[in-house]
Nanobody
Framework: QVQLVESGGGLVQAGGSLRLSCAAS????????MGWYRQAPGKQRELVAI???????NYVDSVKGRFTISRDNAKNAVYLQMNSLKPEDTAVYYC??????????????WGQGTQVTVSS
């Protein structure tokens, strides 16, 4: 079984920083793209940032210049460095990865979510 485990959420004041981590474990053959999504109360889940196997990245416009996504292929991990946080960044953040495993795939896996709260 493949699992994604996240860590690093919490409460921070506006202007502060947080770093989210997500590690994939299990019978993993390869990982294609990895990304971070977020869902605020009453809103749809949105893609925040994505990083592809070759290292290219994309960000939602609202976080460009403030967030940085990176990955460590040796650790099957993805990170999200969040700087200059704003109250509107408050949401549950979910890790996502497209993984080829011992099961028929590839398949999109999700982490359990981690709460990020930014106070004004």
């Amino acid at each position: 079984q493949v699992q994604l485990v996240e860590s690093g959420g919490g409460l921070v004041q506006a202007g502060g920083s947080l770093r989210l981590s997500c590690a994939a474990s299990g019978s993993i053959f390869s990982i294609n793209h990895m990304g971070w999504y977020r869902q605020a109360p009453g809103k749809q889940r949105e893609l925040v940032a994505i990083i592809f196997s070759g290292g290219s990245t994309n960000y939602v416009d609202s976080v460009k210049g403030r967030f940085t996504i990176s990955r460590d292929n040796a650790k099957n991990a993805v990170y999200l460095q969040m700087n200059s946080l704003k109250p509107e960044d408050t949401a549950v953040y979910y890790c996502n990865a497209q993984i080829t495993s011992s099961l028929p795939g590839p398949y999109n896996y999700w982490g359990q979510g981690t709460q990020v709260t930014v106070s004004s």
